[in-house]
């Protein structure tokens, strides 16, 4: 497979393994504020009418208006409130169910200040906390009607009861996902995968990676590829995604070896082949140092828990 076959982002989404997104239609008018910290679920709000402010653990407080779609990937300590949020000791607000699956936030009269579509989705990934670690930690996408369209769709789904409604709810889910990642890009997210691809020159070290993870990369090898001095690449790829290069190509291998011990029967000597280890020993060690339990143990816990 080429390069240019390889798709990093999809590969990573699809490892996460997005479970089936709660979504709703939401109004609010007056001061309001709500938190959420839950570590193992993604959120995302496509804004109708009207604006609303969000906030996330280490990013600055961003304001939505209408068309805006927004993702945080993994929805611990993040807060969405009023434009002018209640004063800081006020207690949060409850939402209240309305008829027809709708909630209301703040004042439970009058026309909306807002009208939004939000969504939950759960990470079901048991590497969920690197994966997540290589997307923005916020993200903010304008004027995008096809992410609005797939919530839409994501939203229609959730409140059908037809076959198959869990499977397709989870591969939109993993649309919506992409999308909005890739759509994002160049537009100042902070560092990680998506800006890694935005980089022209990173972007094809990043691929050759997840193309040939069992190939002995070197730092010199890969800026070669990437057509830059050895110095500047590593200074680059750091700044850009995050990460040192082999940091990011060991946590990469390690996605994939508990991919595999989870999902199939294969010995441990042929997880170790397939993700570029030349011993079943040398994985062994890096794998319980990465992981804190040899493979053999990792995958009769995860047997057990099937």
């Known amino acids: 497979m080429s390069p240019e076959q390889v ?12 479970g089936a997104p709660h979504t709703k239609l939401v109004t609010a008018r007056g001061p ?14 496509v804004v109708l009418d009207g604006s609303l402010r969000l906030s996330a653990a280490g990013h ?67 590497d969920a906390s690197l994966l997540l670690s290589l997307l923005p930690r916020l993200l903010r996408v304008r004027g995008h009607e096809r992410l609005a369209t797939l919530v839409r769709l994501a939203t229609d789904e959730a409140r059908e009861r037809r076959p198959a409604r869990a499977e397709i709810l989870s591969r939109l ?17 902070s560092p990680g995968l998506v800006r890694g691809l935005s980089d022209e020159r990173l972007a094809v070290a990043i691929r050759r990676m997840h193309e040939r993870p069992t190939h002995p990369w070197t730092v010199a090898e890969l800026a070669k590829k990437s ?4 110095s500047t690449f590593f200074e680059r790829f750091n700044r850009t995604v995050g990460v040192a290069p082999m940091e990011y190509l060991l946590g990469w291998r390690m996605a994939l070896a508990k991919d595999l011990l989870r999902k199939s029967t294969v010995t441990v000597a042929e997880v170790a082949d397939r993700v570029g280890y030349g011993s079943a020993s040398t994985f062994s060690v890096t794998f319980t140092r990465h992981v804190g339990m040899p493979p053999a143990q990792y995958a009769r816990s995860h047997a057990a828990a099937g």
């Open 7 to 18: 798709d990093p982002l999809a590969e990573v989404v699809a490892l996460l393994a997005p």
């Open 32 to 45: 309001w504020r709500v938190r959420r910290s839950a570590p193992d679920q993604l959120f995302y709000c």
């Open 60 to 126: 600055d407080p961003i304001i939505l208006e209408k068309g805006d779609f927004a993702l945080v990937p993994s929805s611990s300590d993040f807060v969405a409130s009023s434009v002018v949020p209640p004063p800081k000791r006020a207690p949060d607000t409850m939402p209240m169910a309305l008829p027809g699956g709708e909630y209301r936030q703040g004042l439970p009269g009058g026309e909306p200040d807002v009208r939004m579509l939000i969504g939950y989705g759960v990470v079901q990934s048991p």
């Open 173 to 189: 889910l993993e649309v919506i996902l992409i999308e909005a990642l890739r759509s994002s890009a160049g537009t100042g997210a």
């Open 227 to 230: 057509g830059l001095s050895r």
